[in-house]
């Protein structure tokens, strides 16, 4: 069973930057697109940024030019940069596969908050 672990949150000042890592327990970034998701509180979960098994990204609108998704294929980690920080990027963030994320690989996720 393949399992995905986040790290890497904490509390930042708005305009700061945090780096997440994801590191996962098999070996699944070669074959499967993965992304970064989020959920806020009173907010529904959002895709905020996705890798595919080739290296193509893509991004929310709401984090484009802020967040930079990537992964290492060697380590079975996968990064998400976030420059810019603001209090709407605050959520708890969680990385899964891409379009559908696998229920049995969910983390704990790790929680960022950005205060304002």
């Known amino acids: 069973q393949v399992q995905l672990v986040e790290s890497g949150g904490g509390l930042v000042q708005a305009g700061g930057s945090l780096r997440l890592s994801c590191a996962a327990s098999?070996?699944?970034?070669?074959?499967?697109?993965m992304g970064w998701y989020r959920q806020a509180p009173g907010k529904q979960r959002e895709l905020v940024a996705r890798?595919?098994?080739?290296?193509?990204?893509n991004y929310a609108y709401s984090v484009k030019g802020r967040f930079t998704i990537s992964r290492d294929n060697a380590k079975n980690t996968m990064y998400l940069q976030m420059n810019s920080l603001k209090s709407e990027d605050t959520a708890v963030y969680y990385c899964?596969?891409?379009?559908?994320?696998?229920?049995?690989?969910w983390g704990q996720g790790t929680q960022v908050t950005v205060s304002s």
């Open positions: 890798i595919t098994s080739g290296g193509s990204t």
């Open positions: 899964n596969t891409v379009p559908t994320p696998s229920w049995a690989a």
């Open positions: 098999g070996s699944i970034f070669s074959i499967n697109a």
